[in-house]
């Protein structure tokens, strides 16, 4: 079993450790997907399959969709991409 200070070094906060990473999910989409890309979704994934809809609603896309099983979310993301 780790200790409190092993695991305070694997996980503390370095002084400077670049600019952060942290974005919206609109912006990470608008930054890294494309259209004609192949769009693999999961079972948890309604916030970014509705946020993709948003961002691509009333053009054609053409993602290649890949899910593990057929719900709701990429359903929807099937009938409006």
Do not use: W
Request: proline residues 5%; glycine residues 8%.
């Amino acid at each position: 079993m780790l200790t409190e200070e092993a695991l305070l070094d694997v996980f503390r906060l370095r002084e400077d450790e670049g600019p952060s990473k942290v974005t919206t999910l609109a912006e990470a989409i608008g930054r890294h997907v494309r259209p004609g890309m192949a769009i693999h979704t999961g079972n948890a994934a309604g916030a970014a399959v509705r946020a993709l809809i948003r961002q691509f609603y009333g053009s054609k896309p053409e993602f290649t969709l890949a899910c593990e099983t057929v719900g709701d979310s990429p359903v929807a993301l099937a009938i409006h991409s």
